[in-house]
């Protein structure tokens, strides 16, 4: 028989009312965990199509099945990929001929080489149209063609690649131009701590671009009689190990001392101006195709569309190694031309008058090809074309009409989204774009997300270039349920805002009116939480962010700045006043070609400067900590707590990350990190008067869509209820 155990003591009821809090965080995440997969389910659903079919009508012949074994799955799936060139159309076709599989077996050996197995076999397993079956193998450069006719209903590859070759040692001799690792960078992947066979693969055909693209580096820095040749090539057939030198006869290097210039308007024949410039720069096809485009752009843009430069050497004195040219320049402008008419083609769907605004050049202006060509690319940035081209019609020597020739992209694009991370575990979700919305050019995005933890859906309505060129006006709706650490985050809202973009500084600043549901919800009766659980905010929001990285996946140089301003007030339409600031940036730099160090910094705080600290949006606190914040904690956790050991959030925070990359491959790096955030549960100790520190080390794969990173943080100074570390596997780089 159960017994009813009266609580009596502060310690019982203490226990007790901790045990039935973590019942409730139970039946919460369960629930909570059936609403997602249920969520999950239905946008994986209604992100397949379905087609409907009549059952009336006779089922069409089935296409012909293609198939390629031994080569791994993802090289199986690209050798695959690859061969869909050979396909017409869309859809196999029902039965492939001779013709296919002799064209397909020789990509395949041709891409078995380029990736280093050199003597691959290849065999066809042909199911014909009779039901019997047929087999051809390839094992030597040169093949007996096929029988003749040959209809298959399934081809099977079965590729044997054999055996793996790769540079054992390579050697240069004669090369003083570029530094020896430079060069070896053009002939094998040198980017990481250990050399692996892989990365220093040899096939002849890699070996002759190689050569060519050292070549022409040493042309580019003046080099001109530069040749270099492989000597000594000798390949082991059992082990694929292959020894050569590359031999570099460099030659004097050519420098461009002077250019004498000589310009001629129109068809006169004798010259209006002349002048001498003195480069002092490397000779090369490129310094000679750059100045002479250079001086054909001075013309261009007063209108001459015709000007045509010529150069030529006029004399040249030799030193030692070095060979002094003396250049000259003719420019011929042609004769002076006007815009007769602009014109479009190819555009069914978008309006003219969209397309006119775009265009700096009207009818009877100077035609300034510069100009035109500005006006392609602000057509094609309208994002509604796949193609844009610039055609030029005479109609006599002094007018010419302009078209453009435009290729009209998809309406309508879906995106399935795929991603993980330590707190949330898997995000699924679908994206949907429409481009070209009633033929304005104006895009819309639907984006839904599920993960384990939370839901969330933005829609975006972009007018571009609503108020002149780079000015665009855009319209936001969000909503946000999100599992806290200590709260579930709901939010949900909508706004309209300008933005615009500053090409010359790499500069976007936007700014929005934002009105927003704000609740903190499910939260314990006996946490104690400072500022409003629920609350109505309208603000006006300011973004800012100057990027100069070299890559936004990978950054290796360069550094990024952001900064978000929301001011809130009871005077634009909610019933919250509060201030809220927050500032980031990233800095990158490359010790070698294989180190890397990376370094960020953030900071935020939140304030009531007309009203009281407890009107503060709770949901508007900072929560640091994460796999892209402190790497010790978990999403949230590196946060103020309360007397309870409850995470309550800062007011203000201050936060820094430190990383040093050490590329073990190409494609996999090691990282030691270590990041730091001090912070404050009210203002009023700004900028903090509490901090945790982590360190810990992760290692990270090289994908095209970002790098996957697993990481450990352990915490040098936890708290109380702190963990001793966290381990997290994301997608992305941390800052």
């Known amino acids: 028989m159960a017994r009813l155990h009266q609580v009596t003591s502060k310690s019982e009821r203490a226990a007790f009312d901790r045990v039935c809090v973590v019942r409730k965080r139970i039946r919460r995440r369960f629930a909570c965990l059936g609403r997602n997969l249920l969520c999950i389910w239905l946008v994986v659903f209604m992100a397949i199509p379905v087609r409907a079919q009549d059952a009336a009508q006779p089922a069409p012949p089935k296409p012909a099945k293609l198939k390629?074994?031994?080569?791994?799955?993802?090289?199986?799936?690209?050798?695959?990929?690859?061969?869909?060139?050979?396909?017409?159309?869309?859809?196999?076709?029902t039965l492939y001929d001779a013709n296919f599989v002799e064209d397909a077996a020789l990509l395949l050996v041709s891409r078995l080489n380029d990736d280093g197995f050199l003597r691959p076999v290849i065999t066809a397993r042909l199911t014909l149209d009779d039901g019997t079956e047929a087999i051809h193998i390839w094992d030597e450069p040169v093949e007996e063609p096929m029988q003749r006719p040959i209809a298959a209903r399934a081809v099977q590859f079965e590729i044997d690649p054999g055996v793996f070759y790769y540079f054992e040692d390579l050697k240069f001799s004669g090369l003083d131009a570029v530094p020896e690792k430079t060069a070896r960078a053009y002939f094998v992947?040198?980017?990481?701590?250990?050399?692996?066979?892989?990365?220093?693969?040899?096939?002849?055909?890699?070996?002759?671009?190689?050569?060519?693209?050292?070549?022409?580096?040493?042309?580019?820095?003046?080099?001109?009689?530069?040749?270099?040749?492989?000597?000594?090539?000798?390949?082991?057939?059992?082990?694929?190990?292959?020894?050569?030198?590359?031999?570099?006869?460099?030659?004097?290097?050519?420098?461009?001392?002077?250019?004498?210039?000589?310009?001629?308007?129109?068809?006169?024949?004798?010259?209006?101006?002349?002048?001498?410039?003195?480069?002092?720069?490397?000779?090369?096809?490129?310094?000679?195709?750059?100045?002479?485009?250079?001086?054909?752009?001075?013309?261009?843009?007063?209108?001459?569309?015709?000007?045509?430069?010529?150069?030529?050497?006029?004399?040249?004195?030799?030193?030692?190694?070095?060979?002094?040219?003396?250049?000259?320049?003719?420019?011929?402008?042609?004769?002076?031309?006007?815009?007769?008419?602009?014109?479009?083609?190819g555009n069914v769907r978008t309006r003219d008058a969209v397309l006119e605004r775009r265009l700096p050049l009207d009818d009877g202006d100077w035609l300034n090809r510069i100009r035109a060509e500005r006006g392609r690319y602000r057509l094609s940035r309208l994002g509604v074309f796949d193609s844009v081209e610039l055609k030029y019609d005479a109609v006599d020597e002094h007018t010419r009409n302009i078209t453009y020739v435009l290729d009209e992209g998809k309406q309508i694009d879906v995106s399935l989204l795929f991603g993980f991370g330590s707190y949330e575990l898997l995000r699924g979700g679908v994206q949907v774009d429409q481009f070209n919305v009633?033929?304005?050019?104006?895009?819309?995005?639907?984006?839904?997300?599920?993960?384990?933890?939370?839901?969330?859906?933005?829609?975006?309505?972009?007018?571009?270039?609503f108020f002149g060129e780079n000015m665009d006006v855009f319209i936001t709706g969000e909503g946000l349920r999100r599992e806290e650490v200590s709260f579930t985050r709901l939010e949900y809202g909508g706004g309209a805002g300008l933005r615009k973009y500053f090409r010359g500084i790499h500069t976007d600043i936007s700014t929005r009116y934002n009105?927003?549901?704000?609740?903190?919800?499910?939260?314990?009766?006996?946490?104690?939480?400072?500022?409003?659980?629920?609350?109505?905010?309208?603000?006006?929001?300011?973004?800012?962010?100057?990027?100069?990285?070299?890559?936004?996946?990978?950054?290796?140089?360069?550094?990024?700045?952001?900064?978000?301003?929301?001011?809130?007030?009871?005077y634009l339409g909610g019933d919250v006043d509060y201030q809220r600031m927050e500032m980031s940036g990233a800095w990158h730099r490359a010790i070698s070609d294989s180190q890397w160090v990376h370094l960020g910094i953030s900071h935020g705080l939140v304030a009531a400067i007309s009203s009281t600290a407890e009107d503060l949006p709770f949901n508007r606190r900072f929560f640091p900590g994460g796999e892209n914040?402190?790497?010790?904690?978990?999403?949230?956790?590196?946060?103020?707590?309360?007397?309870?050991?409850?995470?309550?959030?800062?007011?203000?925070?201050?936060?820094?990350?430190?990383?040093?990359?050490?590329?073990?491959?190409?494609?996999?790096?090691?990282?030691?990190?270590?990041?730091?955030?001090?912070?404050?549960?009210?203002?009023?100790?700004?900028?903090?008067?509490?901090?945790?520190?982590?360190?810990?080390?992760?290692?990270?794969?090289?994908?095209?869509?970002?790098?996957?990173?697993?990481?450990?943080?352990?915490?040098?100074?936890?708290?109380?209820?702190?963990?001793?570390?966290a381990v997290h596997f994301s997608l992305g780089f941390p800052f």
Do not use: C
Not at 72 to 84: A, F, H, I, K, S
Not at 310 to 332: P, R
């Open 438 to 465: 009633f033929g304005r050019a104006h895009h819309q995005r639907l984006k839904v997300v599920q993960s384990f933890r939370s839901s969330s859906a933005d829609y975006l309505y972009t007018m571009p270039e």
């Open 515 to 570: 009105y927003e549901i704000l609740q903190a919800q499910d939260v314990d009766p006996d946490i104690e939480l400072l500022g409003v659980q629920n609350s109505r905010a309208a603000a006006i929001i300011t973004d800012l962010n100057h990027d100069r990285r070299d890559n936004p996946l990978y950054p290796r140089r360069g550094y990024k700045l952001f900064a978000n301003l929301e001011v809130a007030s009871d």
């Open 68 to 93: 390629i074994s031994g080569y791994g799955l993802l090289g199986n799936l690209r050798l695959r990929q690859m061969l869909r060139i050979l396909q017409e159309g869309k859809t196999p076709p």
């Open 629 to 725: 914040s402190v790497r010790g904690y978990t999403e949230g956790e590196a946060a103020p707590r309360n007397e309870r050991g409850e995470v309550v959030g800062a007011e203000t925070y201050l936060l820094g990350n430190f990383e040093f990359e050490q590329g073990l491959t190409p494609t996999w790096s090691v990282v030691v990190f270590a990041d730091a955030v001090t912070f404050g549960r009210d203002l009023s100790a700004y900028p903090g008067d509490e901090t945790l520190v982590s360190v810990g080390l992760g290692l990270r794969w090289k994908t095209f869509i970002g790098p996957v990173r697993v990481e450990y943080g352990h915490n040098l100074n936890p708290r109380s209820e702190d963990p001793s570390g």
């Open 189 to 345: 992947e040198t980017g990481g701590l250990l050399s692996l066979k892989r990365n220093r693969l040899y096939s002849p055909e890699r070996l002759k671009r190689s050569i060519g693209n050292l070549t022409d580096q040493l042309h580019r820095l003046g080099y001109q009689n530069a040749s270099v040749v492989t000597t000594n090539i000798d390949s082991n057939p059992q082990t694929g190990a292959t020894r050569a030198t590359v031999v570099v006869q460099q030659g004097p290097q050519f420098i461009v001392r002077s250019v004498f210039q000589e310009l001629y308007i129109d068809t006169n024949a004798e010259p209006a101006e002349s002048r001498t410039v003195y480069p002092g720069e490397p000779f090369s096809k490129i310094w000679e195709q750059d100045h002479g485009q250079s001086l054909r752009t001075n013309y261009f843009q007063m209108g001459y569309p015709d000007t045509t430069v010529t150069i030529e050497t006029a004399g040249q004195s030799t030193q030692t190694n070095q060979v002094q040219l003396d250049m000259k320049a003719v420019v011929h402008t042609g004769p002076r031309v006007r815009v007769g008419t602009v014109s479009f083609s």
